[in-house]
């Protein structure tokens, strides 16, 4: 099948992109090798496509790094929260026992003087 410039253009993007049937492939493949022009018109296409692709690959890196970074900050701030729990749990709970065996003492110091 002989394609005109107008058609192969148009073309391009479900070429590149792996979309087009086996036929039209074919057909843009000869297109290609004999209309400078359009091959011209395909290296461009294809040289911005890379850029793009670059680009975005850059952008979702970028924001995967910043999302892991975020996740290392909140993972440690809430492994200091939850020492900080268990210090003053342990501080109170020993306070508590500490007031209760003191208290019964005195009672015993006072029982015995009276
Ligand atoms: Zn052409």
């Known amino acids: 099948m ?9 073309c391009v993007s479900i070429y590149k992109d792996g979309l087009a049937s086996p036929g039209t492939v074919e057909a843009v493949n000869q297109h290609l090798k004999k209309c400078h022009e ?5 290296k461009m296409y294809d040289s911005i496509n890379d850029i793009k692709t670059k680009r975005q690959r850059a952008c979702t890196s970028s924001s995967d790094e910043k999302f892991a970074e975020l996740s290392r900050a ?7 929260f939850a020492a900080l ?30």
């Open 85 to 114: 729990l268990i210090a003053f749990s342990l501080v109170t709970a020993i306070s508590v026992i500490f007031g209760i065996i003191t208290g019964k003492k005195k009672a015993e110091q006072l029982k015995k003087g009276a």
């Open 74 to 80: 909140l993972k440690i701030r809430r492994n200091i």
């Open 38 to 42: 359009c091959r011209k018109y395909y």
């Open 2 to 10: 002989n394609l005109g410039c107008d058609i192969v253009l148009d």
